[in-house]
């Protein structure tokens, strides 16, 4: 069982700067994938980012690459999202979650989920 505990959202302008961190309970953080979706009203999750177990591959979605930067701490067992340059279309809900399969760009790969963290962009 890993719990994930998503923070680091909140208000920013258009062009500002948030890093979201998830921090995850147990002692087998090292053993999953983890990934960042986002949801918005009315829209269905999106895939943003994901990192390999060890974080040597990442992955990105077309909508975010060249701005977001997906990291992890396996010693803190956290992973980040770092997202720079930020727009109002990026305004979601915000969470993360492990997977121990390999299609990380879906949904349906990943065990466990973060409740999320509201990220809002003002223009």
């Known amino acids: 069982q890993v719990q994930l505990v998503e923070s680091g959202g909140g208000l920013v302008q258009a062009g500002g700067s948030l890093r979201l961190s998830c921090a995850a309970s147990?002692?087998?953080?090292?053993?999953?994938?983890m990934g960042w979706f986002r949801q918005s009203p009315g829209k269905d999750d999106e895939f943003v980012a994901a990192i390999t177990r060890s974080g040597g591959t990442s992955s990105y979605a077309d909508s975010v690459k060249g701005r977001f930067t997906i990291s992890r701490d396996n010693a803190k067992n956290t992973v980040y999202l770092q997202m720079n340059s930020l727009k109002p279309e990026d305004t979601a809900v915000y969470h993360c979650?492990?997977?121990?399969?390999?299609?990380?760009?879906?949904?349906?790969?990943?065990?466990?989920w973060g409740q999320g963290t509201q990220v809002t962009v003002s223009s």
């Open positions: 979650a492990a997977s121990s399969r390999g299609r990380l760009w879906n949904r349906r790969e990943y065990d466990y």
């Open positions: 147990g002692r087998t953080f090292g053993r999953y994938n």
